[in-house]
């Protein structure tokens, strides 16, 4: 059973900065992408940033040169380094998992909060 563990959200002030941590475990196949979504009220979820095993890096346009995506594939791990945050970044930060045979995973959540 695959389970996807975020971590490292929480309440900031604008211009601050948050790493969110994605914890992978329990699977029997390679991953192939991992990556980032964010989820706000009245929005549906959208990509933030994701990353392939390969190291190509995809960013939504709202949080290029601010946010960065990294991964240790030894660890199973994904984070998401987010610098000069800003209250429209506020939302729940899911981990998402992409293995190489197709399945797809998410993890709980974690609470992102950037207050103005």
């Known amino acids: 059973q695959v389970q996807l563990v975020e971590s490292g959200g929480g309440l900031v002030q604008a211009g601050g900065s948050l790493r969110l941590s994605c914890a992978a475990s329990?699977?029997?196949?390679?991953?192939?992408?991992m990556a980032w979504y964010r989820q706000t009220p009245g929005k549906q979820r959208e990509m933030v940033a994701a990353?392939?095993?390969?190291?190509?890096?995809n960013y939504t346009d709202s949080v290029k040169g601010r946010f960065t995506i990294s991964r240790d594939n030894a660890k199973n791990m994904a984070y998401l380094q987010m610098n000069i945050l800003k209250p429209e970044d506020t939302g729940v930060y899911y981990c998402?998992?992409?293995?190489?045979?197709?399945?797809?995973?998410w993890g709980q959540g974690t609470q992102v909060t950037v207050s103005s």
């Open positions: 990353i392939t095993s390969g190291g190509k890096i």
């Open positions: 329990g699977s029997r196949f390679n991953i192939d992408v």
């Open positions: 998402n998992l992409k293995l190489l045979i197709g399945l797809n995973y």
